[in-house]
T-cell receptor, first 116, second 115 residues
Framework: EAGVTQFPSHSVIEKGQTVTLRCDPI?????LYWYRRVMGKEIKFLLH????????ESGMPNNRFLAERTGGTYSTLKVQPAELEDSGVYFC??????????????FGPGTRLTVL | GNSVTQMEGPVTLSEEAFLTINCTYT??????LFWYVQYPGEGLQLLLK?????DKGSNKGFEATYRKETTSFHLEKGSVQVSDSAVYFC??????????????FGTGTRLTIIP
């Protein structure tokens, strides 16, 4: 079974440009999460999809970030326009939906974003 | 809110040494606790987890026990190997009636094992 995949693995852009990150969750996983790690600090939650709906987007830093999950399959995270402080590693994770509590989240390899 | 405090790194040990990486947490109720590991050039992998007090998670020789009284989930290994060199993250996820919840991570501890 394929794991969580992310594309690209690394992106280098200039300040003010737009970048779109993609995440493909494990097949059958309704839950999809985005996290990021900035400057070697802790990994922070950005948002959570259940199928195509945003369950929790409390971690999105500002309106320059837009996440979508069309059809409840893959997800994209767009940053427009990118700022220097957006540099970091963006992780995607997915998990199955269980009625009795939290299930394990499986992570992708991450996308390293560098904004110059 | 929820938080995880993790032992600052980096940590450097000799092969076959005993490892402890401290992790304490703040949360309401009884969260699930996790250790994730990121090997060089790879993504995050679940190392072990525990879902209730006094549970012990174990994998690849690593162990961690869920201590409710001390709100801790310290990671231990009796004899480390060079291949254990990685960044280790402690994390928690609250249990709720809504099921799956977001993870709260510590800052990560970089571990280097020298031969």
């Amino acid at each position: 079974e394929a794991g969580v995949t992310q594309f690209p693995s690394h992106s280098v852009i200039e300040k003010g440009q737009t970048v779109t990150l993609r995440c493909d969750p494990i097949s059958g996983h309704d839950n999809l999460y985005w996290y990021r790690r900035v400057m070697g600090k802790e990994i922070k939650f950005l948002l959570h999809f259940v199928k195509e709906s945003k369950q929790d987007e409390s971690g999105m830093p500002n309106n320059r970030f837009l996440a979508e999950r069309t059809g409840g399959t893959y997800s994209t995270l767009k940053v427009q326009p990118a700022e220097l402080e957006d540099s970091g590693v963006y992780f995607c994770a997915s998990s199955q939906e269980w009625p009795w509590g939290t299930d394990t989240q499986y992570f992708g390899p991450g996308t390293r974003l560098t904004v110059l | 809110g929820n938080s995880v405090t993790q032992m600052e790194g980096p940590v450097t040990l000799s092969e076959e040494a005993f490892l402890t990486i401290n992790c304490t947490y703040t949360a309401t109720g009884y969260p699930s606790l996790f250790w994730y590991v990121q090997y060089p050039g790879e993504g995050l992998q679940l190392l072990l987890k525990a879902t209730k007090a006094d549970d012990k998670g174990s994998n690849k020789g690593f162990e961690a026990t869920y201590r409710k009284e001390t709100t801790s989930f310290h990671l231990e290994k009796g004899s480390v190997q060079v291949s254990d060199s990685a960044v280790y993250f402690c994390a928690l996820s609250p249990i709720s009636n809504f099921g799956n919840e977001k993870l709260t991570f510590g800052t990560g501890t970089r571990l280097t094992i020298i031969p």
